[in-house]
């Protein structure tokens, strides 16, 4: 794995995510945002937060098996989330631990959330970008 987790000593130790991640890989990937959309491009979860971020999660773990990663070497995400308010944080982790259960993964990577007015379709309620580093 080119990805180490980290929290290090003197910042705060949260157990949702990481602060930082070293990465030694020699690939490295930009991932597009992924939203609630299968391979079809059908909808997933409209109006349910917590299904719209899953099927994120499951997508960039499907665009990073086509390059020969896994969401393992996520180094950084980026969530964006419409009309967040912190009330929304348990549906967020209700999301994300459904797709670590799916994928067998630790999700606990340093991570940026971001309140946003709208995404580039009105039913999306989260997008999520990643960046990995693959060996």
């Known amino acids: 794995m080119a990805v180490e987790l980290v929290n290090p000593d003197g910042l705060p130790k949260p157990e949702v995510y990481r602060q930082l991640s070293i990465a030694t890989g020699s690939k ?7 939203v609630a959309r299968d391979a079809h491009g059908n909808r997933i979860g409209e109006g349910d937060l917590a299904a719209q971020v899953e099927q994120s999660y499951l997508n960039i773990a499907t665009a990073l098996a086509e390059v020969g990663g896994s969401f393992d070497d996520v180094a950084k995400l980026t969530v964006y989330v419409v009309d967040w308010t912190p009330d929304k944080m348990p549906l967020l982790g209700d999301g994300i631990r459904a ?37």
């Open 28 to 34: 490295l990937v930009f991932l597009a945002g992924q």
């Open 99 to 135: 797709a670590a259960a799916k994928l067998g993964i630790d999700p606990t990577k340093p991570i940026t959330l971001l309140g946003v007015a709208a995404l580039a379709e009105p039913d999306l309620l989260v997008e999520v970008e990643a960046t990995a580093v693959i060996d």
